[in-house]
């Protein structure tokens, strides 16, 4: 699978900006999916992640009340709706996908990425 991540870019803290990450392929709702982040000079971080029919999501605790992940199967995407954001959301943010359905919180489970959309808070 194919992905390809869009949405980000530069927003006044508070702001909200909202992520879509599309695959290509027939299999989408396969996928259990994922959002990463990285920041410079740090390690890549799970934001959220979502099971297969939305039935489980996983956040972060620093994005827990603010950040929602959702998905369309019909449309082969996955969201993360970013809202209240601060300067320390500032990250290159990465979708990714892992076979089987359900997600897990380790970068290494899952196989296969996007090439990741810059988001930039300003303070």
């Known amino acids: 699978v194919q992905l390809q991540a869009s949405g980000g870019g530069l927003v006044q803290a508070g702001g909200s900006l909202k992520l879509s990450c599309t695959a290509s392929?027939?299999?989408?709702?396969?996928?259990?999916m994922g959002w990463f982040r990285q920041a410079p000079g740090k390690e890549r971080e799970i934001v959220a992640a979502?099971?297969?029919?939305?039935?489980?999501?996983y956040y972060a605790d620093s994005v827990k009340d603010r950040f929602t992940i959702s998905r369309d199967n019909a449309k082969n995407t996955v969201y993360l709706q970013m809202n209240s954001l601060k300067p320390e959301d500032t990250a290159v943010y990465y979708c990714?996908?892992?076979?089987?359905?359900?997600?897990?919180?380790?970068?290494?489970?899952?196989?296969?990425w996007g090439q990741g959309t810059q988001v930039t808070v300003s303070s």
């Open positions: 990714a996908a892992r076979s089987g359905g359900y997600y897990t919180t380790q970068r290494g489970d899952y196989a296969y």
């Open positions: 979502i099971s297969w029919n939305a039935g489980m999501a």
């Open positions: 392929g027939r299999t989408f709702s396969s996928y259990g």
